[in-house]
């Protein structure tokens, strides 16, 4: 029969240190073995090793199973003991003989006593593995140091440097996006005091700023102290004159290659003499004050000296504007490789990015300049001009988009009468049938069997055939959608005159308009409104293919009203600088542009040459006009004048939207 031994060995040396080396002597010891009056016993696992004992009263006895557990002032061990015809007598007399054995055995338990000592039979083993319960060992979740800890020195200083140019070009450009994401100076300046971070980025912000005085110094130009986000003038001016003083005392410093003389050498004593002489010496805690009342001191003197450090550096730096990235401007400042290394992945990456991102804009502008055009006057379409949009809008998931929200915003009804009254080829009519089975639909309650929005992606795809592009099936899709557009005034509507819905064709070409970047699926997170950007492209691209159709377009432009006073006058400022560049493009005086009708009516030709008339000299003369008139009539004015060119789009998005897209088509 198995017994279970237990003893408590106790001794005032054993606290969590030695208490661990006791246990592992412990441990040495049990596989050593002992000896009793009648029995030696070994480790189990070592039995073959040893003889088998001769005589009547040494038997073969072993160790089943052990656990040793330390606590300060103590350590329990537990033995389970085995052997052929082991009784409970011999068990107690081997229990005494292991106590012995482990306070004689090493040097660190010498000075432990026997707390106690128990003996008691084992019915059975825990399970087949184990004679004792497994140890439950309590997995310790508290981390002894913070992530940043964990980071080497020179991790920090790359970090904070970062984090400083993330901020300094902030501050030239509030909102600029930094990688995907907005790095604003007030995130980094209020994260230093939440994340204790002062040490490594005033570190930093001193090198740096001696770094870029240098910079400007060698550029030979100064830029004005300007103050966009937050901090205190007084104290940004002050020190923006001491550092420009310092970079020109520089040769008093000494040997550039001393070590002792490095940017950071000078860096440390220029911030640590300002932070003295103006009372931020956030490093320092007061004893005369509170603790709570000495952190929120030093917290304050920390932001405060932030905000002046990376204010300078926006003066200082301001040569680099252009820079696409943080890394780029480290890389100006600091001829560092490692620096140098990263601004060249990142600033490519930048790259790879933005242009990527502006082929799905460029996308967008097609599609929607298509679609708006199908709408109103899909006779459009049919130019050279027109197909050559179609041509790079239909192959687009921003084409499909919108081609799927028109459909849907019209409603069943108008788009099955359209289906039914044009003779359209079977490819693209029997896909558009199951479109607007689908369609009628999602007018149900809901079906729990299948989903109609996905039958109707499913059908439009069909009915394009989009891995193999027919200028024949995008045009029968669009002559659908005209037809929906001018039934959706008409008693084919339902829905017409309800509050919500479509009910013709001005309405809908205005809704794409005004959610270009939902239906399009253009959301790219930029400073200016996706769907204003993808209406102004879309008004550039009408404007190369029909001039006359501008107006019209321009008056359904999304940023025309709003509850921002400022919109209207922007809108204004905006629609006369259109006819200004307009006319520097062709090289041609106001007075010399000719406006041929200008419009379907005596009234808005009229409006044109009065644009025309004022155009460079007194827009105020036409201040009591809606915004949408002046804005309609100022974009006709450049469709006319740019009308003459002969290129591709790539001037009317010049001018309209302020950039272009690369080489357009041409015709």
């Not at 002792?260 to 911030?271: E, I, N, Q, T, Y």
């Not at 000296?305 to 696409?324: E, P």
Request: charged content about 25%; overall charge negative.
């Amino acid at each position: 029969m198995p017994f279970l031994v237990q003893v408590m060995i106790s001794g005032t040396g054993l606290n969590e240190r030695e208490s661990s080396r006791s246990m592992e002597a412990i441990a040495a010891a049990i596989a050593e073995g002992w000896e009793s009056r009648w029995s030696t016993f070994f480790d189990a696992d070592d039995a073959d090793g040893h003889a088998q004992a001769d005589g009547p009263e040494e038997a073969e006895r072993v160790v089943l199973d052990e656990q040793i557990v330390g606590r300060p002032g103590s350590v329990d061990v537990q033995v389970v003991l085995g052997g052929p015809g082991l009784g409970l007598e011999e068990a107690a007399l081997s229990a005494t003989g292991l106590a012995r054995h482990l306070t004689g055995w090493s040097p660190e338990l010498l000075a432990c006593t026997i707390a106690s000592v128990q003996v008691s039979e084992v019915d059975q083993p825990y399970d087949e593995n184990n004679w004792l319960k497994p140890l439950e060992v309590e997995e310790d979740l508290a981390a002894r140091f913070s992530l940043t800890d964990l980071m080497d020195s020179p991790l920090h200083e790359l970090a904070a440097g970062y984090l400083l140019a993330g901020g300094v070009r902030s501050l030239w450009e509030p909102g600029r996006r930094v990688n995907g994401s907005v790095l604003e100076a007030r995130d980094v300046v209020l994260g230093a005091v939440e994340h204790p971070w002062g040490r490594e980025l005033t570190a930093v912000l001193g090198r740096l700023l001696v770094q870029a005085a240098r910079l400007e110094a060698a550029s030979g130009e100064r830029a004005r102290l300007t103050m966009t986000a937050g901090g205190h003038r007084e104290l940004a001016a002050a020190l923006l004159g001491r550092v420009r003083a310092g970079v020109e005392d520089e040769e008093e410093w000494g040997d550039e290659d001393d070590a002792l003389d490095s940017d950071d050498l000078r860096g440390h004593v220029l911030l640590e003499q300002f932070m003295e002489d103006f009372g931020l010496a956030w490093n320092r805690v007061p004893d005369d004050l509170p603790r709570p009342l000495a952190d929120e001191r030093c917290d304050r003197q920390l932001r405060e000296l932030l905000w002046a450090g990376m204010n300078v550096l926006a003066a200082l730096c301001a040569s680099q504007k252009a820079v696409t990235n943080p890394w780029q401007l480290l890389a100006a400042l600091d001829q560092d490789t490692v620096v140098e290394e990263l601004a060249q992945r990142e600033t490519a990456r930048v790259a790879e990015w933005a242009d990527a991102e502006n082929e799905e804009l460029r996308e967008g502008c097609y599609s929607l300049a298509a679609v708006w055009l199908a709408v109103r006057a899909p006779e459009a379409l049919r130019t050279s001009r027109g197909a050559a949009v179609v041509d790079v809008a239909a192959g687009s998931g921003a084409f499909l988009g919108l081609i799927n929200a028109s459909l849907l915003e019209l409603g069943p009804g108008p788009v099955g009468a359209a289906l039914e009254q044009l003779d359209v080829p079977a490819t693209v009519a029997m896909p558009m049938a199951a479109f607007v089975r689908a369609l009628e639909a999602t007018c149900l309650p809901q079906d729990a069997e299948g989903d109609p929005y996905d039958e109707m992606g499913h059908a439009l795809d069909a009915a394009l055939a989009r891995d193999a592009h027919e200028a024949g099936r995008v045009l029968a899709l669009t002559q659908i959608l005209h037809r929906a557009a001018a039934l959706s005034a008409t008693d084919a509507n339902p829905r017409r005159d309800s509050e919500g819905y479509i009910s013709s064709p001005e309405e809908l070409s205005a809704e794409l308009l005004t959610n270009a970047k939902m239906h399009a699926g253009v959301i790219q997170g930029r400073e200016t409104d996706e769907s204003v950007l993808l209406s102004l492209g879309a008004l550039a691209l009408v404007a190369w293919v029909e001039p006359t159709l501008a107006g019209a377009l321009a008056r359904e432009l999304p940023d025309l009203s709003g509850s921002d006073p400022l919109i209207e006058p922007a809108a204004r400022l905006r629609a006369m600088r259109w006819v200004t560049d307009a006319l520097a493009v062709v090289g041609v005086h106001a007075d010399e542009l000719a406006i041929p009708g200008g419009g379907d009516t005596a009234a808005e030709a009229a409006d044109l040459r009065a644009v025309l008339s004022t155009s460079g000299r007194d827009a105020g003369l036409l201040a009591d006009w809606p915004v949408a008139r002046l804005v309609s009539a100022a974009a006709g004015v450049t469709a006319a004048a740019l009308s003459g060119l002969s290129a591709g789009p790539d001037a009317a998005f010049e001018v309209f939207l302020g950039s272009g897209f690369g080489a357009g088509p041409s015709t």
